[in-house]
């Protein structure tokens, strides 16, 4: 059974930086892709980034040049280093995790709060 478990949301005023991390434990098996994901009050679920096992990296428009995305394979691990918060970027944030192999499907996680104070 996959796991997929997110660390690091907090409370950070504009301007400051947080770190999140994810890692899917439960399977030797590598993920496909690894994302995370956000969802705001009253909004749907968007796309932040994601970055696949081949290194292939998509950030939505809101986060370029902002947001990092760094994964590490061998651990299905991705962290994402968030400078330059806004209140905008307040949220619920979740990772998932891709495998086309093994234990196959897409596997969410509980989900990180992210809270920007102005």
């Known amino acids: 059974q996959v796991r997929v478990v997110e660390s690091g949301g907090g409370l950070v005023e504009a301007g400051g930086s947080l770190r999140l991390s994810c890692s899917a434990s439960?399977?030797?098996?590598?993920?496909?892709?690894m994302a995370w994901y956000r969802q705001a009050p009253g909004k749907q679920r968007e796309l932040v980034a994601s970055?696949?096992?081949?290194?292939?990296?998509n950030y939505a428009d809101f986060v370029k040049g902002r947001f990092t995305g760094a994964r590490v394979y061998l651990k299905n691990t991705l962290h994402l280093q968030m400078n330059n918060l806004n209140p905008e970027d307040t949220g619920a944030y979740y990772c998932t995790s891709q495998f086309i192999t093994g234990p196959i499907g897409n596997y969410w996680g509980q989900g990180t709060q992210v809270t920007v104070s102005s």
């Open positions: 439960g399977t030797l098996v590598g993920a496909k892709t």
């Open positions: 970055v696949t096992n081949s290194a292939n990296t």
